[in-house]
DNA sequence: CATATCCGTAAGTTGACACTTCCGTAAGTG
DNA sequence: CACTTACGGAAGTGTCAACTTACGGATATG
C-alpha cells in the first residue's frame, strides 16, 4: 500500500497508469508516448508493477501492461478512509469542545 | 497540487497531518508524538504548510498548526477525479470494443 | 537585564530516485 | 543462421529529500 501512493506521487506513473488503463499496451508504445528514454519508461513500469498497480503479460518479444483495477481500488479505498478517519476525529472534537462549552455555560448559569 | 501530492506520499506527514487535523498543537507538542527530533517535523511541517496543507498561527513563543481542510479538500477532489476520469476511459474503450466486435459479428452473419 | 523556553534555519550526511548510456537476451524474419 | 525488433538490467550521474547537530531569534519570566 505504502508503495502504491509512492507510485502514484510521481505524475509521469499518474500518466503511465492512465495510459495502461483503458487498453493493454506494449513498452514501447506507452514510450513513445514521452520524452524520455524507453529505459526511463520500463523503470517506471517496474516500480508499478512491483507496487501491484499494473500487470505484466509477455507476447512474442513484447511485454504488455495494463492497469490492475482490483490494487486501483484498494488504494482508492485507502486514501478514503484515511480521508473519512480524519473528518470523524474532526467532528469528535467539535463534539467535545461543544460540550466543554455546553457545560462551562451551565456552571455560569447556577452562580 | 503536484505538491499536496508529495507531501501527503511520506507516511510520516499524513500522520502530522492526522493530529492537527481534528485540534491545533504547537510544534513541540505535535514533535513529541514522533521519534526524530524536533528539526525533522518542524522540516516536515513547512513542506505541508507550502503545500497548503497545513496553517500556522504564532502565539508568543508557539507556533500552532492546524489543517487546512479547504486545501485538502482539493487534493481529495484532485484525486477523485483522477480515479473516474480513468475509469471513464475504461468504460469507454469497453463499450468501443464491443461495438467492434457487434459490426465483426455482423459481417459474419451476412456471409 | 539575565535566563529559560519554544521554535525555525543552516549546514552536512546519507540514501533514494529519475534519468542516461551501454549491453545482454529472447523472440520473430530474411 | 545472420539480423532486426522489443525489451529489461546494470552502472553511473545529478538531484532531491529526510534526517542529524549546531546555532540563532523571538517571546515569556525572574
Known amino acids: 500500500m505504502e508503495a502504491a501512493i509512492r507510485a502514484i506521487a510521481e505524475p509521469r506513473r499518474r500518466e503511465i497508469l492512465r495510459l495502461v488503463w483503458a487498453s493493454e499496451l506494449a513498452a514501447g508504445e506507452i514510450a513513445r508516448h514521452f520524452d524520455v528514454t524507453r529505459p526511463a519508461i520500463s523503470q517506471h513500469l517496474r516500480v508499478l508493477k512491483e507496487a501491484g498497480l499494473v500487470s505484466e503479460r509477455r507476447n512474442g518479444t513484447r511485454r504488455l501492461y495494463r492497469a490492475r483495477p482490483e490494487s486501483i481500488a484498494q488504494l482508492r479505498a485507502y486514501l478514503e478512509s484515511y480521508w473519512d478517519e480524519n473528518l ?14 455546553a457545560r462551562r455555560d451551565h456552571r455560569h448559569e447556577s452562580h
Chains 1, 2 share one sequence.
Open 88 to 101: 470523524r476525529l474532526l467532528k469528535q472534537a467539535a463534539e467535545q469542545e461543544e460540550q466543554r462549552r
